[in-house]
């Protein structure tokens, strides 16, 4: 689930360098445990340290269960590291919602998770340091280090799907900040408002976050069937409004188009302020393949020119790990404690500064 403020930097407890615990790969091969903790599964993976994936099982998540909750991570990352033969390796694990400033969990509509000290009480249950991060922020991570945005200083990723969420990768390094919401463009309001956007601010109902306009609200994958819905009179999904316009349903179409010139806004916005280098899709709206045709030829006309046009060179590319980039990404929240991992990296064509 996406869409659950904010984006905190990877939360860890206890700190390394304050506590008695192994570093987690002190005696270990370099290996990375990652852990996605959604709302209906818990999935992990191994990954070695070029981003190969060694072992991955996934199971239900006990809902409404916090105690069983941890359990199942534990006994997942127990299972995997009997099954390769492991010594304690780096597990890092991607939520819903994020952690506050005190290590307590909010903003997850796994409502069981919400209070409480996860990455805490994870670190408790492992024996062993664990950095969580939220989905949005996992999925830039994993993008940026050996996805669709390997190689670009400046990563953007966005998940388009049940919510809006988005991650800033920065050289590597996801970007959290003071208050953990680096990436939080979901609940800035859409910008360059048209008349029909306005109409319809003022007849919807507002986003969870208390405010409205959100460009979550529009962006989303129901914030779309709304928008179809208020429209048409049809009560589509966001999926069967993009089969309709595959097939050339005319009101489908002109949904999609509506949907793409408010998202070529909305990112315009985003390339105002931060420039990335690639703009990375994901989430199930990603699918539509026309977003990433149609986006980069609309954002020009909103992406500041000062009066003299140049091509945009902010590329805009779908996702490569797809829903497996939550669980690469919480692997990867260690990377910097796997050793030699990505030993390319340094070689890198670096886009950072580069004027082509
Ligand atoms: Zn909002």
């Not at 903790?37 to 981003?51: M, N, S």
């Not at 408790?124 to 999925?139: H, K, Q, T, Y």
């Not at 979550?216 to 179809?228: F, I």
């Not at 497996?324 to 990505?342: H, Y």
């Amino acid at each position: 689930m996406t869409g659950y403020p904010p984006n905190a930097e990877p939360a860890r407890y206890p700190s390394p360098a304050a506590h008695a615990l192994p570093s987690p790969q002190a005696q270990a091969p370099a290996r990375a445990i990652g852990v996605d903790l959604g709302g209906t599964k818990i999935e992990a993976i191994v990954l070695d340290p070029h981003g190969a994936s060694l072992w991955r099982q996934r199971v239900a998540t006990p809902a409404g269960d916090y105690a069983a909750t941890l359990s199942t991570v534990a006994a997942l990352v127990a299972r995997a590291e009997a099954d390769l033969g492991l010594a304690a390796c780096s597990v890092g694990v991607g939520t819903p919602g994020t952690a506050t400033r005190e290590g307590l969990l909010k903003n997850a509509n796994s409502t069981c998770l919400n209070g409480r000290p996860l990455a805490h009480d994870l670190g408790l249950a492992l024996g062993r340091p664990v950095r969580i991060a939220n989905d949005a922020n996992c999925l830039a991570l994993s993008e940026a280090t050996d996805g669709a945005g390997a190689g670009a200083a400046v990563v953007f990723a966005v998940i388009l799907g049940t919510g809006v969420g988005a991650g800033i990768v920065v050289d590597g390094q996801l970007l959290g900040g003071p208050n953990g919401l680096a990436g939080e463009w979901g609940h800035n309001p859409l910008p360059w408002a048209d008349t029909d956007d306005a109409s319809s601010i003022a007849s919807a109902p507002p986003c969870y976050c208390g405010q409205r306009g959100c460009i979550e609200t529009w962006l989303s994958g129901p914030g779309l069937a709304r928008d179809h819905a208020r429209h048409t009179g049809e009560a589509l999904t966001a999926q069967q409004i993009g089969q309709r316009a595959a097939t050339g349903d005319a009101p489908a179409d002109a949904t999609l188009q509506r949907y793409e010139r408010r998202l070529a806004r909305a990112l315009a916005h985003v390339i105002n302020l931060l420039d990335p280098h690639v703009i990375v899709l994901g989430g199930g709206l990603s699918g539509l393949d026309r977003l990433l045709v149609n986006v980069p030829r609309l954002w020009d006309d909103f992406v500041f020119s000062g009066g003299v046009k140049e091509p945009v060179r902010t590329r805009l590319v779908r996702s490569l790990h797809g829903d497996s980039s939550g669980v690469r990404g919480a692997a990867w929240l260690w990377r910097d404690a796997v050793p030699d991992a990505l030993p390319d990296e340094r070689g890198a064509v670096r886009e950072r500064g580069r004027q082509s």
